[in-house]
Nanobody, 123 residues
Framework: LELVESGGGLVQAGGSLRLSCAASGRTFSYYAMGWFRQAPGKEREFVAAISVSGLRTYYTDSVKGRFTISRDNAKNTVYLQMNSLKPEDTAVYYC?????????????????WGKGTLVTVSS
């Protein structure tokens, strides 16, 4: 499964961005999808995940109420809508695929990774 992220960029604090991740190569609808991020000098961390059906979503506490993950299985795409962005959200954001959404918080459970897209939030 090949994953290609897009939508990153520079935004002021309080602004919004929508990240997209286009999948190809295998059956997208077989996989739970998620987003991770890695800030400079820090470890990669889980941000959000969505089940195969799209009915279940999971978020890390720091983004709850601000970020929304969604997927369009017809378009083989997963999205991350990011609102009320903060400077501490600055990171490279990675798309990920795994067999189960509830296990995506553990990096070793990830089957596929994208190459990442940079999000920079200025204060």
């Amino acid at each position: 499964l090949e994953l290609v992220e897009s939508g990153g960029g520079l935004v002021q604090a309080g602004g919004s961005l929508r990240l997209s991740c286009a999948a190809s190569g295998r059956t997208f609808s077989y996989y739970a999808m998620g987003w991770f991020r890695q800030a400079p000098g820090k470890e990669r961390e889980f941000v959000a995940a969505i089940s195969v059906s799209g009915l279940r979503t999971y978020y890390t506490d720091s983004v709850k109420g601000r970020f929304t993950i969604s997927r369009d299985n017809a378009k083989n795409t997963v999205y991350l809508q990011m609102n009320s962005l903060k400077p501490e959200d600055t990171a490279v954001y990675y798309c990920a695929a795994a067999s189960a959404a509830q296990s995506m918080g553990v990096i070793s459970n990830i089957n596929y990774w994208g190459k990442g897209t940079l999000v920079t939030v200025s204060s």
